[in-house]
């Protein structure tokens, strides 16, 4: 009879951190030679993995609050019908903002705009590239585009949904979900890209603070975002898609596919 997963994870546990391990493993294994070659093997994986399961240590690649640098743009700001409200992050090309909309519906959402000087054709055409990538996607766990336009200043700009969400990694650990909760919300972040990959879309930087969870209708709805260094494998997206150039590094290092890095 196979050795049952349950009665695996549940030696496993009471040796994984324990310093007397061989003699609980004596005691709770009780001769059962395959029960404790399984724990065994586990343990030197868990062992042989040092720090990187340990969530007491973020890795180099983790959110930070946005810093305060010097913007063209300040809280109350009028970029089309959309009225500033605050910075919900930075990244490399551009700011989001938490902004409201008046008309012709009110809502808030989130407004992606260009950094001032970073308009290069380069970053232009990544900018306008994700904001295209964006446009043809519509899947539940993906974050959708609602309107896109240019600032007085000639800056691009989109609006997508607000997502009032965490990272998928702290939801899981806040809410002490099981491992079976935890796939759950894993398949929808693999539908979410599948949906992406079908329409020729690879994202590149799927990371936690790229993954939200939000509540809706007190359920857990998973949301990936940001497809800034997404690239687009066929070239009806942009004709200056995101093609990257040999030796450029693109995306969070600690999260990247064997062949990205």
Not at 39 to 63: C, K, M, Q
Not at 89 to 109: C, D, F, H, I, T
Not at 127 to 140: C, P, Y
Not at 171 to 179: A, G
Request: proline residues 5%.
């Amino acid at each position: 009879m196979a050795t049952d997963p349950a009665r695996v994870e549940a030696v496993f546990m009471a040796v994984c951190d324990a310093d007397d391990r061989d003699a609980i493993l004596d005691q709770e294994c009780r001769g059962d030679i395959e029960l404790r070659n399984r724990v065994e093997r586990l343990l030197g994986a868990y062992h042989s993995a040092g720090d990187f399961l340990d969530p007491a240590t973020p890795p180099t690649g983790a959110f930070t609050p946005p810093h305060q640098a010097h913007r063209d743009e300040t809280a109350g700001q009028l970029i089309g019908p959309y009225r500033l409200k605050e910075v919900l992050g930075e990244g490399g090309m551009g700011v989001v903002w938490l902004a409201e909309q008046s008309q012709p519906v009110k809502r808030r959402v989130a407004l992606k705009l260009i950094k001032s000087g970073m308009d290069s054709a380069q970053v232009l055409a990544r900018f306008d590239a994700e904001r295209q990538a964006l446009s043809v996607m519509e899947h539940t766990n993906i974050a959708r585009i609602l309107d896109a336009g240019v600032t007085e200043s000639g800056r691009p700009y989109f609006v997508m949904e607000l997502v009032k969400g965490v990272p998928i990694t702290r939801y899981c650990d806040q809410s002490h979900l099981t491992i079976r909760d935890r796939l759950r919300l894993f398949v929808d972040v693999c539908h979410a890209i599948q949906h992406a990959h079908q329409k020729g879309i690879i994202h590149r930087d799927i990371k936690p603070s790229n993954v939200l969870v939000t509540m809706q209708d007190s359920e857990p709805i998973v949301k990936v975002i940001d497809f800034g260094v997404a690239k687009a494998l066929r070239d009806q997206l942009t004709h200056q898609t995101l093609w990257t150039n040999f030796g450029m590094m693109i995306g969070t290092l600690e999260y990247m596919s064997p062949e990205q890095a």
